[in-house]
């Protein structure tokens, strides 16, 4: 099976820069990805690590290390806007499901 | 908008009634899911629909019924439900690319009050 733990919390300013770490338990998976979630809304597809490294997109980047099994969303230069919660998923190969597994979410509180 | 619609967005029903909710995604996809979203909780995969088959059911109770009719629509099917079923439902789609289905487009979600 599957399973991911990330912190529930996180409190910021504007303008700084914020860390959410992914740990997780897999059985088997193709890659890890990142959603933001604003209260009542819809969740929203941030980025996608299928190799070890960091990608970046724009302010957001996010990282995978297969053999830590770990992973994080780094949120540069916050902004009001990026208060939402934010939840990492694994997409599992065949053998172990086949779906995206979430973890619990964090939420990132950005103050003025 | 995301490309993915769902009705109704608000829904408030007694145990005894019978309900659905509907999901139409405008994306040309091939894969359509179902999630349960409860507070402080993870998304909880519960159907998952692969060229209309369903490929997943994720020991879901038998009084949530899915009903995938073509690639763009997707139902869940509601009766007599119970209070701890209060949640939001999203449904999401996304494009299958062999096993391959890394971003999914979710919808808004029925926020569903079962008194």
């Keep these: 099976g599957q399973s991911l733990e990330q912190p529930s919390e996180v409190t910021a300013v504007e303008g700084a820069i914020v860390q959410i770490n ?6 088997g998976f193709y890659g890890l990805s990142w959603y933001q979630q604003h209260d009542g809304g819809a969740p ?40 939402a919660s934010y939840f990492c998923a694994v997409q599992g190969i065949k053998a172990a499901g086949n779906k995206l597994t979430f973890g619990g979410g964090t939420r990132v509180l950005v103050k003025p | 908008e995301t490309g993915v619609t769902q009705t109704p967005r608000h829904l408030v029903m007694g145990m005894t009634n019978k309900k659905s909710l509907k999901c139409e995604q405008h994306l040309g996809h091939n ?20 060229f209309k088959e ?19 629509h997707l139902f869940l099917h509601l009766h007599t439900l119970q209070p701890e079923d209060s949640a939001l ?16 487009y ?7 009050t079962v008194t």
């Design chain 2, 54 to 72: 369903q490929t997943e059911n994720n020991s879901v109770p038998s009084r949530f019924s899915p009903e995938c009719p073509n690639s763009s």
């Design chain 2, 89 to 104: 439902y999203l449904c999401a789609s996304s494009l299958l690319e062999g096993d391959l289905s890394y971003e999914q």
């Design chain 2, 106 to 112: 979710f919808g808004p979600g029925t926020r569903l």
């Design chain 2, 31 to 50: 894969a359509m899911y179902w999630y349960k979203q409860s507070a402080k909780k993870p998304l909880e995969l519960m159907f998952v629909y692969n």
């Design chain 1, 44 to 83: 929203t597809f941030l980025s996608y690590n299928a190799l070890d490294g960091l990608e970046e997109t724009g302010r957001f980047s996010s990282f995978l290390s297969r053999s830590d099994s770990y992973g994080y969303l780094l949120l540069q230069e916050l902004q009001m806007k990026d208060s």
């Design chain 1, 22 to 27: 992914c740990t997780y338990q897999t059985s």
